[in-house]
């Protein structure tokens, strides 16, 4: 099939676009080109950076694959960290404090030019008359520079990519002579999952021309919220003690890592474990501060249930975008930190090329017109809306009123913080407990759904060592949700592949439980950063404060006859540090409350 190709373009002439519709009813492009004999090379990128200090622009090495044809491409480009594997690296091990108010072996990188690419992008999109373009972040595999868990040398490098595909930076062969992407259209869509879905948002903030769309999946939009929280120092689920230090550190691969010492130990001191603040370091790795320079599209992805990156981090993504009028459309699901090819494979390639074709083609596949958001509401139950989140009724639910909790009251009540429990066997029951304060609401009469970011107002007073107000909001009712991904046996061919690379990928399965409760969402605050997450303020033992502050983004449906629990903690041990047991919390229900988009 090439070969006949090749010689009707030949007659012809090349065009710039030669993506063919399927039909009028469903236009796309099809998979006309032999993914056997694509063009696979490898060049170094030059950037405007030189993070290592060594005189010289950093160098990002970037793999390719695209159709072998005489035709002009669009890129799907993923920027990664992880290429070349991780490093051992230890985790801080201050997360058990004194005092508070008064990963696997190391590997190295393959620099060889044995060119393979990991994932489905590649036996996808190929045939469809894409360049798939992976380029190893700076500091990583066969790239020079530093690593910086976010920093602006990062966002750079990958925008180094962009700009050589649209034939404004340099790149080098492996012999050093100079390569052009003459192949290419210059429009780019940037995508990835985690880390690599991290790095789409941030080249979006600069701005670059061509770069035309990003699908960012389970990404980071603010590294500040991924470590932190309101002032407080926070671990993502499971990784309790790790920081941007230990990341870029597990992460450097590169050649010589020795020559990047300066920047790890910048790294340890600047990120600033002790008072949680958000600070120039900070602001320098959060990318809503930029969301104004956005020019692209966003297909943003997250699932409902991760733990890792938060959902926060799409939820004010996404307002963000929204107030901007940013092209968008939005997939939530029911998993945790996961790639929605394992949630819902058929719907996702089918989507994500109409997508692609829409943005980098230039083709109406009508994606557009569709209901901007898609949310997994239960394992396997999809609901479409025009708008997310929805326009629900905003309501204020008091602690002390009845809405939540019991008949009014003025009166403090008080619990002692426990740092060896876990948020989840301190929400397991509804009766009294020495180490929390809960507060139910009556049972549902209807069917309630939940979209957006819940916060809390708490007047409370704390005496003892620890800082933290640890809100979480509850779902109580028996139901069968979510509990995990199975991997099956079988397997789906989703496109063309070779000898190693054979495009086939197993087949993936929710796995549910019966469970009583929920932990749908939660949220921390150090109450010494009350007025503000850059400024630590101590306060006075026994003195009651207001407190305010936001819970995770979420979009959960309580069944009638379940009850919506708010339940306070201080200490949550799989998150927050871990101050010695003993502070006790007074609050006052009837000044304190929940605030919630219900429709």
């Not at 801080?92 to 590997?107: K, N, P, Q, Y």
């Not at 997250?302 to 981090?313: A, F, I, M, S």
Request: hydrophobic share 40%.
């Amino acid at each position: 099939m090439r070969i006949v190709l090749a010689v009707l373009l030949a007659l012809v002439g090349a065009p710039v676009l030669t993506a063919a519709p399927a039909n009028a009813a469903a236009p796309g492009t099809q998979p006309i080109y032999d993914y056997a004999s694509a063009i696979r090379e490898q060049v170094w990128v030059q950037t405007t950076v030189d993070s290592d200090a060594d005189g010289k622009p950093d160098r990002v090495a970037v793999r390719i694959i695209r159709p072998d044809a005489p035709v002009k491409v669009p890129a799907i480009f993923q920027a990664s960290p992880y290429y070349a594997g991780l490093n051992d690296v230890p985790n801080h091990d201050d997360i058990d404090r004194d005092g508070g108010l008064t990963v696997g072996s190391a590997r190295t990188a393959d620099r060889a030019q044995n060119i393979t690419f990991a994932g489905y992008l590649d036996n996808y999109f190929v045939p469809r008359g894409y360049a798939v373009v992976f380029a190893d972040s700076l500091g990583t595999g066969g790239s020079d520079g530093c690593p910086t868990s976010g920093g602006r040398n990062e966002t750079l490098g990958a925008k180094a990519v962009i700009d050589w595909l649209n034939g404004r930076a340099p790149a080098f062969d492996a012999a050093g002579q100079p390569v052009a992407a003459s192949w290419s259209t210059g429009r780019t869509g940037m995508i990835g999952v985690s880390y690599n879905g991290t790095l789409p948002n941030a080249v979006a903030t600069t701005g670059v021309k061509g770069l035309e769309t990003i699908v960012p999946i389970a990404a980071i939009s603010s590294w500040y919220d991924y470590y932190r929280a309101n002032g407080g120092v926070v671990a993502p689920g499971g990784f309790q003690g790790e920081d941007t230090d230990v990341l870029a550190k597990a992460v450097l691969t590169r050649a010589n890592p020795e020559v990047c010492a300066e920047a790890m130990n910048y790294l340890e001191k600047a990120q600033d474990r002790q008072t949680g603040d958000y600070s120039a370091f900070w602001a320098e790795r959060d990318y809503l501060r930029d969301v104004n320079k956005v020019r692209a599209s966003v297909f943003l992805v997250h699932g409902l249930h991760d733990d890792n990156v938060r959902t926060l981090q799409a939820g004010q993504w996404w307002d963000a975008l929204s107030a901007r009028g940013v092209p968008r459309k939005i997939w939530l699901h029911q998993a945790a930190h996961t790639d929605p090819f394992n949630v819902r494979r058929q719907q996702w390639l089918t989507t994500l090329q109409r997508w692609f074709d829409t943005w980098l083609y230039k083709i109406d596949t009508g994606v557009m017109r569709e209901p901007i958001a898609d949310v997994e509401t239960a394992p396997g139950v999809w609901q479409t809306s025009a708008r997310w989140p929805l326009p629900g009724l905003s309501q204020s639910l008091r602690l002390g009123d009845g809405t939540l909790g019991g008949g009014w009251s003025h009166a403090a009540q008080s619990f002692v913080d426990d740092p060896s429990r876990t948020a989840e066997d301190l929400a397991a029951t509804a009766g009294p407990d020495p180490n929390r304060l809960a507060y139910l609401s009556s049972p549902l009469s209807r069917q309630t759904r939940l979209t957006g970011t819940p916060t809390v107002t708490v007047r409370a007073s704390l005496t003892g060592d620890s800082p933290y107000l640890t809100a979480l909001l509850v779902d109580y009712g028996v139901a069968d949700r979510y509990a995990g991904l199975r991997t099956l046996t079988t397997q789906d061919c989703i496109g063309p592949g070779i000898e190693g690379d054979p495009g086939c990928f197993n087949q993936r399965e929710y796995v549910t439980a019966s469970t009583p409760f929920e932990i749908v969402t939660r949220g921390w605050l150090d109450v010494r950063n009350r007025f503000s997450p850059a400024r630590t303020v101590p306060i006075t033992a026994g003195r009651e404060y207001t407190f305010h502050w936001d819970l995770q983004t979420t979009d959960h449906v309580f069944a009638a006859g379940h009850r919506i629990g708010l339940v306070l903690i201080s200490t949550e041990r799989d998150h927050t540090l871990r101050y010695p047991a003993g502070t006790v919390v007074s609050v006052r229900p009837s000044l304190s409350g929940l605030q919630v988009r219900l429709s």
